[in-house]
């Protein structure tokens, strides 16, 4: 079964850096969209980063020039460095994929379980 799970969450302060990885295993054909997505709480969930279908990438504006969206095809790993963090990046951080597994002739869309950011003042 093919699955999603984010790792390198936790507790930073302001300024401070942190690492996620996603990481894909299972059965996979290959692997279209993949992206970052953050929730905080009393808010809807929003695209931080993304690869487009060109495979170039997109940013929310308000991590611009301090986010880096990163990845590794050949492992179906999927980076996100955060740099000069701010209180308001907490926020539980999932990453999304757009997977087609082996045997199928259709992707589908997964979600990781997420991963807890949390930036101290």
């Known amino acids: 079964q093919v699955q999603l799970v984010e790792s390198g969450g936790g507790l930073v302060q302001s300024g401070g850096s942190l690492r996620l990885s996603c990481a894909a295993s299972g059965s996979i054909f290959s692997i279209n969209y993949m992206g970052w997505y953050r929730q905080a709480p009393g808010k809807q969930r929003e695209l931080v980063a993304g690869?487009?279908?060109?495979?170039?990438?997109n940013y929310a504006d308000s991590v611009k020039g301090r986010f880096t969206i990163s990845r590794e095809n050949a492992k179906n790993k999927m980076y996100l460095q955060m740099n000069s963090l701010k209180p308001e990046d907490t926020a539980v951080y999932s990453c999304n994929a757009y997977i087609r597994g082996c045997g199928t002739n259709i992707g589908e869309a997964r979600w990781g379980q997420g991963t807890q950011v949390t930036v101290s003042s």
């Open positions: 690869f487009t279908s060109g495979g170039s990438t």
